[in-house]
């Protein structure tokens, strides 16, 4: 049987190509891919701006088993598992050998992005999302999906909100404690929602008027438009007037190097500041601050990268619990069929949608 997937060819330039669909082997499962979001990582890989090249798009995906390979019969939580079951894969690998996983940290493998980022040439070729089948690693954790879970949602679940759900976690309970989300993209609006379920009073901060509407629908209690409110100062003080004082918690997930300086100052004394927006290491991402503010007011700053993979069955039972509060399907407003998936990278890069969403067996035009 053939498949077919989406490779990088260059910088902003995608190719569809044809390969055979592998046998499982012992311990892997072939997934029939039904829908796979398209991530601002995958923005960035298209424009050239990340290590990997000529290797298959796509890491947040759903889908179901198209066949288990010998050993298989569960999912990680133990369920049983068979052919036509939904299911969604932690997008990177756990080597469970390289110094990070002997150390209990798994999300940061050192292995974790090898298999995302090989070439698509290289078998088993089925190694992304934008395609139509997915091979599933022996050393990669996947869940079932409970039924109340779209799959647009489910695919989702696998790297932004998981991620969120995590970070929040390691900052302890957040029961009427303050919170402010710089940015409200789909990181943002995944914080503000589960923060709020979590008792936190959440004021989100952002530039864009529809993406600041949005977020009251994730559990917002208050917005700071930055246009409206300019000046740091400013917003800084309007912030303290919406919840009574500085915040808490600081969560900047703008991927603005000159946000954490701004985290840093909102941040109230003894408070934790979380960054996760920005993820480059390229000598021109820096920024300014004064380290003296970080000392004085000793303030935790905690970079997550990722989560611990049993996280995405956390992350699953909380969008089935939470499904009817928040409208997290309407995070993903445009559908496209794989041989649009090009177009699909340049409308998002564009931000002429919210964010597209990838239908491998669609036919036809994007809707």
Same mark, same amino acid.
């Given at each position: 049987?053939? @498949?077919?997937?989406?490779?990088?060819?260059?910088?902003?330039?995608?190719?569809?190509? #044809? &390969?055979?669909?592998?046998?499982?082997? #012992?311990?892997?499962?072939?997934?029939?891919?039904?829908?796979?979001?398209?991530?601002?990582?995958?923005?960035?890989?298209?424009?050239? *701006?990340?290590? $990997?090249?000529?290797?298959?798009?796509?890491?947040?995906?759903?889908?179901? +088993?198209? *066949?288990?390979?010998?050993?298989?019969?569960?999912? &990680?939580?133990?369920?049983?598992?068979?052919? /036509?079951?939904?299911?969604?894969?932690?997008?990177?690998?756990?080597?469970?050998?390289?110094?990070?996983?002997?150390?209990?940290?798994?999300?940061?493998?050192?292995?974790?992005?090898?298999?995302?980022?090989? %070439?698509?040439?290289?078998?088993?070729?089925?190694?992304?999302?934008?395609?139509?089948?997915?091979?599933?690693?022996?050393?990669? &954790? $996947?869940? *079932?999906?409970?039924?109340?879970?779209?799959?647009?949602?489910?695919?989702?679940?696998?790297?932004?909100?998981?991620?969120?759900? &995590?970070?929040?976690?390691?900052?302890?309970?957040?029961?009427?404690?303050? +919170?402010?989300?710089?940015?409200?993209?789909?990181?943002?609006?995944?914080?503000?929602?589960?923060?709020?379920?979590? /008792?936190?009073?959440?004021? !989100?901060?952002?530039?864009?008027?529809?993406?600041?509407?949005?977020?009251?629908?994730?559990?917002?209690?208050?917005?700071?438009?930055?246009?409206?409110?300019?000046?740091?100062?400013?917003?800084?003080?309007?912030?303290?007037?919406?919840?009574?004082?500085?915040?808490?918690? !600081? =969560?900047?997930?703008? /991927? =603005?190097?000159?946000?954490?300086? #701004?985290?840093?100052?909102?941040?109230?004394?003894? @408070?934790?500041?979380?960054?996760?927006?920005?993820?480059?290491?390229?000598?021109?991402?820096?920024?300014?601050? =004064?380290?003296?503010?970080?000392?004085?007011?000793?303030?935790?700053?905690?970079?997550?990268?990722?989560?611990?993979?049993?996280?995405?069955? %956390?992350?699953?039972?909380?969008?089935?619990?939470?499904?009817?509060?928040?409208?997290?399907?309407?995070?993903?407003?445009? $559908?496209?069929?794989?041989?649009?998936?090009?177009?699909?990278?340049?409308?998002?890069?564009?931000?002429?949608?919210?964010?597209?969403?990838? #239908?491998?067996?669609? *036919?036809?035009?994007?809707?």
């Amino acid at each position: 049987m053939q @498949g077919r997937l989406a490779a990088m060819d260059g910088v902003r330039n995608i190719e569809i190509r #044809e &390969y055979p669909v592998p046998e499982p082997g #012992e311990g892997e499962v072939i997934m029939h891919v039904t829908m796979a979001n398209v991530c601002g990582s995958d923005i960035h890989m298209w424009e050239g *701006k990340h290590l $990997f090249r000529d290797h298959v798009m796509g890491h947040e995906m759903a889908g179901v +088993v198209h *066949k288990l390979g010998a050993g298989v019969t569960t999912d &990680y939580a133990g369920r049983p598992v068979a052919e /036509g079951d939904r299911i969604v894969p932690v997008y990177y690998l756990t080597c469970q050998r390289c110094l990070a996983c002997t150390h209990g940290l798994f999300n940061l493998c050192t292995h974790g992005s090898d298999y995302q980022g090989a %070439k698509a040439e290289t078998p088993p070729h089925f190694t992304g999302g934008f395609a139509t089948h997915y091979v599933i690693h022996s050393n990669q &954790y $996947f869940y *079932k999906i409970p039924d109340s879970v779209p799959d647009q949602v489910a695919a989702g679940a696998n790297c932004g909100f998981t991620q969120m759900l &995590y970070a929040l976690d390691q900052v302890g309970p957040l029961h009427n404690r303050s +919170v402010v989300v710089q940015g409200a993209g789909g990181l943002g609006l995944y914080s503000s929602a589960i923060a709020s379920v979590m /008792g936190a009073r959440v004021v !989100v901060v952002d530039s864009v008027a529809s993406r600041l509407e949005e977020a009251k629908a994730f559990g917002a209690r208050a917005t700071v438009n930055m246009q409206e409110v300019p000046d740091m100062g400013d917003r800084a003080a309007r912030i303290g007037e919406l919840l009574d004082g500085a915040p808490e918690l !600081v =969560v900047d997930v703008t /991927g =603005v190097p000159s946000a954490l300086n #701004e985290s840093i100052r909102l941040c109230r004394m003894g @408070g934790t500041v979380l960054e996760l927006g920005a993820v480059s290491v390229d000598e021109d991402q820096t920024v300014t601050t =004064v380290p003296g503010l970080i000392t004085r007011k000793c303030l935790t700053i905690r970079g997550i990268l990722r989560y611990q993979p049993w996280y995405l069955e %956390k992350g699953l039972q909380f969008l089935a619990t939470y499904a009817d509060r928040f409208p997290f399907a309407s995070l993903t407003d445009r $559908f496209y069929p794989l041989d649009e998936t090009q177009t699909a990278l340049q409308k998002a890069a564009n931000r002429e949608v919210t964010r597209a969403i990838i #239908e491998p067996n669609r *036919k036809g035009s994007a809707w």
